[in-house]
């Protein structure tokens, strides 16, 4: 959740009142459903109705209590459920412009027991992951393991979008009560109970604007304390942002600077960066330097006795971090806590995890966390992968990598031996020379077992590199991935072979590793709702499943045909492999002819829904109704004032009810989303699945006019 977005949630008056006047807040709408889920909720609200009969009892009543009780029935039904749950916790929060303080919170109160009960179902579930593998019967077994994952699916997405609506919900509760202090104290203390992410961060912003303006009503010492101390308890890195703003104003006392700088360091210091690192890695948000930087320039002696001490240990222990890097065994971001030899189970919007009989799988790819001290110095917890793209294994800093993930956990061996091997092998591998695999084999890595890796080629890929270090400890390679995967039925193969791309009988996925029971979940990442990424993980999912069911007739625009005329030349050449490998940036071990098959769908499909969610994006903008108020003069402007044009005459029907006040901003964001998935399908079905006859027009028409 981006700063700029937080302040975007700040309504103006006038705004606020408008919002509370038009149609689209009151209770009596169009739709005759919402009005039956309105009365059903004030039948509930006034003790009239059995509460099991709500969207959220039924959902959590229906969330297996063990691994055997999961099939893919209850999922189905549980998904199903979800968008009933979403509208009900919408209409639940909804208030008239005369509700009392005591009503908003009351309101507060009720959406963070949802928001606790779906996170709590969630933990539930996932203590059930190491159940499975007692399942016998193998067919039983694995159906239960993919309804198990379809059904933490759901609920993931269910939370990622109560946390997402929450941000604006909360937002405004603060600003309709922030006026009364006391009931702004209550309001605190609702969130401090639950020590809640979303409400730390809606309450860092609100403190964070009266202090960037002074001429707003400032906020007492008091509720200055609690939001920072909101803060502490909810130990959540997105506050980071926020937190290092506050240090930059110039109108922070000396006892809240020392307070943030303390704050952030009990979250987690960023890490710095690398000398030599990821180029793509953005710098962190802040350093130990720069915040040492803030403490150094206060006075003591204008300081208490108890301050003076505060800041002198704060900037001992930033200096030390600033030199030698994180000297301690473990290392804190936010409320996960790493150590050498943790597995990160990740998740981005792709079609690979479901492409096994375990799908969907939860996760896409996978690192190992080990420490490294680089050329500065410093120590860092760095996480190894087996990149796609590239020629050496890279070590990222944890807390930036995980940066660019939707999902992911951490696990960690129970046994600290067996961990410490593992951190030890990862770190060994940095800098090693490396080829994916596109073929998914695992046998190159097996051929490496209790061999010296130093200088070592690796040659796999993301999965595999967990085996490469769980292979060399002294425990089964069963107990680390223990259900035995295969690729999906139907067409899977057939049209992978197509793109000269295979996968082994017996596959090892980034999901697999959540099944072991001899591992532990020290970690769960809380997600957060993305309208864009829905938009490109629902066309990633229904080329997965066109993958599974359908034909796959993988054509070549002209440029995609010459590509793969010059990956063809430059296997017989290698000069002209070392010139094409070093001009495009690819691995130069890999096998350019699959690599330029492969590519031609990839980056086709990687196209198709990245522009699907950009062009939703740019139609909501378009939608503002200040949206031709910022436009610049000449030819920038007068491309985007079409732009404008275009997209609310492609979307008249809706943007006509959206000036209206017909319909609400969520039903404007599901419309816009709705549309832009299908179109999406649409275009890749089109581009990759169509008769060959039709396919081969396609490419015609693609090629260049002579």
Known sequence: MSFAHLQACRPTPFARAEKRCSPQRLFLTKNCDVLLLVVGLFLYSHGTCDAQTTPVAQLLDLIPKVAERHTLQTTTEIKSLVPEVESWVVAQSTFESDATNADLLSLVRRILDVDININRALSQLYRQRAEFVAIEDQEIRTEAARSFLGCTTALIKLS????????????????????????????????????????ALTSLNYLLGTIADPTLPQLSDHLKGKILQLARVARDVRLLPLLAQILREENVGPELLIFVADTIRHIGVPQDAQDLGDQSVTPPIITAAKISSYLSRLEPIDLSESDRKRRADLIAWLDQRDQTGVEEEDYRFGLAVVRAGDWLLMKNPSPYNRFTNLHPGLYTHAGV???????????????????????????????????????????????????????????????????????????????????????KRIEGYCAGLLLLCAQETDRPLENFFPLDEHPAKGNTLSNLAKLDVSMPNHFLSPTGPLFSPDTVVVYRCQTMYSPR?????????????????????????????????????????????????????????????????????????DAIAQEASREYSNTRNAFRLAAFDTLEDGTAGDKEFEGIVRRRRRHADLFVRWEAGIVTPRDLRIELVDYYIEEGCHRLDDRFFQTEEATATNARETQPEP
């Open 369 to 455: 966390v080990t420490t490294e001290v680089g050329e500065d110095g410093r120590r860092r917890f760095v996480v190894v992968d087996l990149p796609e793209i590239g020629n050496v294994i890279p070590a990222t800093p944890v807390d930036k990598f995980v940066e660019r993930t939707l999902d992911f956990v951490i696990l960690r061996h129970e046994n600290s031996g067996v961990s410490g091997t593992m951190g030890r092998i990862a770190n060994s591998i940095i800098g090693n020379n490396s080829k994916f695999d596109l073929n998914f084999e695992t046998d190159a890595i097996k051929s490496l077992k209790g061999t010296d890796l130093k200088g």
């Open 533 to 605: 990424r829905q938009i490109e993980q629902e066309i990633y999912d229904h080329f997965a499943r066109q993958m599974r069911q359908g034909t796959l007739n993988p054509s070549l625009t002209w440029f995609e045909a010459m590509r793969l005329q010059l990956a063809e030349a430059a296997e017989k050449t290698p000069t002209l492999r070392s010139a094409l490998t070093k001009a495009t940036g690819i691995n130069q071990n890999i096998d350019l002819v699959a690599a330029a098959k492969l590519g031609a769908v990839v980056q086709s499909l």
């Open 160 to 199: 990622g979008r109560i946390r997402y609506y929450t941000v604006d919900f909360f937002s405004e509760v603060g600003y309709e009560i922030e006026s009364e202090p006391e009931d702004y104290d209550k309001l605190l203390d609702l969130y401090l109970e639950q020590r809640h992410a979303v409400g």
